[in-house]
């Protein structure tokens, strides 16, 4: 399990700053739960989350966002990727969509999508080329309502 410091705190001699990643080995597992409770650290399922707090997003953090890890490539060879922090209904929408059939119903679906994290999910998750090339048009939509609200 990985942590992620919320609120500056230190463990085994280190101080951790918010958003900071904190290795396993560093929590003592006597007093993982106070820490968790009184909100210093949080504990997160995939390194991606810490990442994501990492990037001074901490305010956003919110208990119930479950960390999403997308992979993607470049000239055929494994990138970075990118870490989705969505709530479990955003994940259920877009899981909804994916076995949605048939593929006309499903692509319509996504061009109605407000979230753009659901957008993304469903363009690396669904296999069908219809469902992805809806998601990736609703994208460019929201990204240009975006622009012009600037």
Same mark, same amino acid.
């Given at each position: 399990? *990985?942590?992620?410091?919320?609120?500056? &705190?230190?463990? @085994?001699?280190?101080?951790?700053?918010?958003?900071? @990643?904190?290795?396993?080995?560093?929590?003592?597992? @006597? !007093?993982?739960?106070?820490? =968790? !409770?009184? $909100?210093?650290?949080?504990?997160? +399922?995939?390194? /991606?989350?810490?990442?994501?707090? +990492? $990037?001074?997003?901490?305010?956003e953090w919110e208990v119930g966002t479950i960390p999403v890890p997308i992979p993607t490539q470049e000239n055929g060879e494994d990138a970075q990727g990118? /870490?989705?922090?969505?709530?479990?209904?955003?994940?259920? %929408?877009?899981? !909804?969509?994916?076995? %949605? %059939?048939?593929? $006309?119903?499903?692509?319509?679906? +996504? $061009?109605? =999508?407000? *979230?753009?994290?659901?957008?993304?999910?469903?363009?690396?998750?669904? @296999?069908?080329?219809? &469902?992805?090339?809806?998601?990736?048009?609703?994208?460019? !939509?929201?990204?240009?309502?975006k622009a012009q609200e600037r």
């Amino acid at each position: 399990m *990985n942590y992620v410091a919320i609120k500056a &705190v230190n463990l @085994s001699g280190h101080r951790y700053m918010p958003g900071e @990643s904190i290795p396993h080995d560093h929590v003592l597992p @006597s !007093r993982k739960r106070a820490l =968790i !409770r009184n $909100e210093r650290i949080a504990e997160v +399922a995939e390194p /991606c989350a810490a990442e994501y707090v +990492a $990037e001074g997003l901490n305010a956003e953090w919110e208990v119930g966002t479950i960390p999403v890890p997308i992979p993607t490539q470049e000239n055929g060879e494994d990138a970075q990727g990118i /870490c989705l922090m969505m709530q479990p209904e955003d994940i259920l %929408t877009a899981i !909804r969509i994916m076995q %949605t %059939t048939p593929v $006309e119903t499903a692509a319509k679906a +996504a $061009e109605e =999508i407000q *979230n753009e994290d659901i957008l993304i999910l469903l363009d690396s998750a669904d @296999s069908r080329q219809g &469902v992805k090339k809806a998601a990736r048009k609703q994208a460019e !939509r929201l990204a240009e309502i975006k622009a012009q609200e600037r």
